[in-house]
């Protein structure tokens, strides 16, 4: 069974992708931020990694960094909204939100997701990189 490692400091969007993918067959761990994102990563390393970007203390740039550093080949996602806050502020199309996810590719993410997507994109991303 694939595994994916979720790392995500809103508790409730990492419990909502871990149902999605659990239901499609995934084995998932959610961890509520950067640090404790790499450290699970470190003592039980997962095919895939999900991480937010915008993260307090531990960013999400520095976590791709960190697990390309020592794992080249797992597969990562990287997601942003772009740090605006509430839905009546939220604007997908942020510079902001281009600027986050423009800097994880540039780290070392794979996929790029853009808050809020539709759980068939991320199920779809996750299965991009699982592909052989």
């Given at each position: 069974?694939?595994?994916?490692?979720i790392i995500?400091?809103?508790?409730?969007?990492?419990?909502?992708?871990?149902?999605?993918?659990?239901?499609?067959?995934?084995?998932?761990?959610?961890?509520?931020?950067?640090?404790?994102?790499?450290?699970?990563?470190?003592?039980?390393?997962?095919d895939?990694?999900?991480?937010?970007?915008?993260?307090?203390k531990?960013?999400?740039?520095?976590?791709?960094?960190?697990?390309?550093?020592?794992?080249?080949?797992?597969?990562?996602?990287?997601?942003?909204?772009?740090?605006?806050?509430?839905?009546?502020?939220?604007?997908?199309?942020?510079?902001?939100?281009?600027?986050?996810?423009?800097?994880?590719?540039?780290?070392?993410?794979?996929?790029?997701?853009?808050k809020?997507?539709?759980?068939?994109?991320?199920?779809?991303?996750?299965?991009?990189?699982?592909?052989?």
């Amino acid at each position: 069974m694939p595994s994916v490692l979720i790392i995500d400091d809103e508790a409730e969007v990492g419990e909502a992708m871990r149902r999605i993918l659990e239901r499609e067959g995934f084995a998932v761990t959610v961890t509520g931020g950067g640090e404790a994102g790499v450290l699970a990563f470190e003592r039980s390393p997962t095919d895939v990694v999900i991480t937010d970007i915008i993260m307090p203390k531990t960013h999400g740039v520095d976590v791709i960094r960190a697990i390309r550093a020592k794992h080249a080949s797992t597969r990562i996602i990287a997601m942003s909204g772009g740090g605006n806050f509430g839905p009546l502020a939220y604007e997908p199309e942020a510079i902001t939100t281009s600027a986050y996810l423009a800097a994880a590719k540039q780290a070392g993410a794979d996929e790029l997701l853009t808050k809020p997507f539709d759980k068939k994109d991320l199920v779809a991303a996750v299965r991009r990189l699982l592909r052989p």
